[in-house]
T-cell receptor, first 115, second 110 residues
């Protein structure tokens, strides 16, 4: 597609439930990133994928968070046993390659609300 | 990656140039300066980047000081739609992730 697509755009879930957030990067972009942004806050790095390399998971806040990227394209961010503090906008971005010195293209995000 | 310092907020009159400063005094030789902006309720948008030379594109100009310890993003004729949070970031060549700071909230006023 023309841009980075994220789904769903909004998700309301009950505390303790698991959620899956999806990201479709721009075709041909080998690097994919997940960030989250709590209300009124800056962007917090979560995880980074590059090709078939092991992902950089250094930003994941707890072991309830995990992410996969299948076939080097679509990525899914999973949050298990959601907590109210997980409420945020989850943003996905992609780029041609990590060291291409181009900017990232971000999706519009998934707004997660845990009630 | 080196850290950056930006003012938390700035005002600009519509039609005037908006000059957004950024300090990156610990920048190293292989680190680029990037600028993004985030309009309310949208994902961040890439604006421009540079290494040591000044850069210009259809959106903005980037002025980097000779010692590379600071830079300025210039929006030549700010419009109301330019109201956003502007992030200045330094990132290594071949760096694998971008760390965003708090940014500068620019208010363009009519």
């Amino acid at each position: 597609g023309a841009g980075v697509s994220q789904s769903p755009s909004n998700k309301v879930t009950e505390k303790g439930k698991d959620v899956e957030l999806r990201c479709d990067p721009i075709s041909g972009h080998t690097a994919l990133y997940w960030y989250r942004q709590s209300l009124g806050q800056g962007l917090e790095f979560l995880i980074y994928f590059q090709g078939n390399s092991a992902p950089d998971k250094s930003g994941l806040p707890s072991d309830r968070f995990s992410a996969e990227r299948t076939g080097g394209s679509v990525s899914t961010l999973t949050i298990q046993r959601t907590q109210q503090e997980d409420s945020a906008v989850y943003l996905c971005a992609s780029s041609l390659a990590p060291n291409d010195n181009y900017g990232y293209t971000f999706g519009s995000g998934t707004r997660l609300t845990v009630v | 990656d080196a850290k950056t310092t930006q003012p938390p907020s700035m005002d600009c009159a519509e039609g005037r140039a908006a000059n957004l400063p950024c300090n990156h005094s610990t920048i190293s030789g292989n680190e680029y300066v990037y600028w993004y902006r985030q309009i309310h309720s949208q994902g961040p948008q890439y604006i421009i980047h540079g290494l040591k030379n000044n850069e210009t594109n259809e959106m903005a100009s980037l002025i980097i000081t000779e010692d590379r310890k600071s830079s300025t993003l210039i929006l030549p004729h700010a419009t109301l739609r330019d109201t956003a949070v502007y992030y200045c970031i330094v990132r290594k060549t071949g760096g694998f992730k971008t760390i965003f700071g708090a940014g500068t909230r620019l208010f363009v006023k009519a």
